[in-house]
């Protein structure tokens, strides 16, 4: 049996998307899965309770650092933690670009819209929503993909559409998306882990098998 593959998240928020990630893969009937520790972007953050409570380990980046003081804490601690695949889920710094090289196609982010639509710069937690609802779109979603050195823009690996539906507010469409976000995220990092899907060099996501073959995924409740 070949070793585990070693899943390291960032995080700002609440860890939802954290904790959906230790319910897959953390355990005994999953030992080729390890979730080797959660960098949270600021003390006090409800991710780093959530890791406690899973005796996962943790680190919180220092506040005052400079970019490249970031960058080196974060090489750091994944290195220590010698992570093969980095997660951001509610992550919300831009990753430094020593860092997307050095886990280039192996850095996913879980983004609570469907990209290239409503992501980018300062589009984060309720802004997203409220956007939605301002353009009147009546499907919105969510999207993993593959970090690169903007915000939101790296080549997409899945998505999942979710309705908005009359009298929605920002807060009831982003519980709608985050519900399936619980699951499109670790199904694409298991898409990953295995090998079914990978970033070629030229940025072109490649499936080895189709993503509808690989999951059985739907978005009902339960
Ligand atoms: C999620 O909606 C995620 O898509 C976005 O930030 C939110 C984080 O939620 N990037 P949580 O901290 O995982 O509960």
Redesign the pocket.
Known sequence: MSDAVRIAVL?S??????QALVDRFQGAENPQREIVGVIASREGA??LERAHRAGVASAVSPAAATGDEMAVFLRRTLDEWRSDIVVL???MKLVPETLVRAWWGRIL????ALLPSFGGRGM??ARVHRAVIEAGVRITG?TVHFVDEAYDRGPILCQWPVPVLAGDTPESV?AR??TV?HRLLPAAVEALASGVVRLEADRRVHWVREWFETETFTNREG
């Open positions: 995080a928020g609440g860890g939802s998307n954290f409800g991710v889920a509610g992550y982010n879980i983004h609570p984060y937690g969510a982003a998306v985050l976000e």
